[in-house]
């Protein structure tokens, strides 16, 4: 094994929530995101069928998603369906998203995105499974993080998804003392 650093591509890119108990409305659009990486990896051939395009777009600040292009490696984006989760940091789409029209290379967002820019990376993820309520996080403080089981959430601690829908639980101690790796707004 060998030691590597890991770092986000700038500050405020993981949507996050911090407190507890968080309103219903943000546990909702922060659940809403969090994705099992069988869906994402389904791209790569495990398990079968399609469940997520791998994609870039143009934002434009609005609801429109257009130049929508499939990365190499992934399924078409005629897969892409309406009811899809739209996954992209958080700079570019609002946690909870889902695709509600499809037209040509344009896609229609429930919610506009958060950025202007080419290129974008998205996610179409199609849920493959049924997580029986479990995804995401609970009123009572705990993450389900898919495949992997529960964590219980602490009052500080922050919760974070990335663009591929992964949560993550990051100490509140972690995060609050001088010096942090941590850029917390």
């Known amino acids: 094994m060998a030691l590597h650093t890991i770092g986000t591509k700038g500050a405020n890119q993981l949507s996050c929530l911090q407190g507890w108990p968080a309103a219903d409305p943000d546990l909702g659009s922060i659940s809403a995101a969090v994705v099992s990486d069988f869906e994402i990896g389904a791209v790569n ?34 897969q892409i369906h309406v009811g899809d989760i739209v996954l992209g940091s958080n700079a570019d789409i609002v946690p909870g998203t889902f695709v509600t029209a499809i037209s040509g290379t344009t896609v229609t967002l429930s919610q506009a995105a958060s950025s202007t820019g080419a290129s974008k990376a998205i996610a179409f993820v199609r849920l493959g499974y049924d997580y029986s309520g479990a995804a995401g ?40 003392y001088a010096g942090s790796d941590w850029t917390f707004t």
Do not use: C, E
Request: proline share 8%.
């Open 45 to 78: 051939g495990w398990p079968s069928g399609v469940r997520a395009v791998l994609a870039t777009a143009t934002t434009a600040g609005s609801t429109s998603l257009t130049v929508v292009t499939a990365r190499v490696g992934s399924p078409p984006i005629t």
């Open 137 to 176: 996080i609970s009123a009572n403080g705990q993450l389900f993080v898919p495949n992997r089981g529960f964590l219980k959430i602490l009052p500080g601690d922050v919760v974070a998804v990335d663009s591929a829908g992964f949560p993550y639980l990051i100490s509140g101690v972690s995060i609050a």
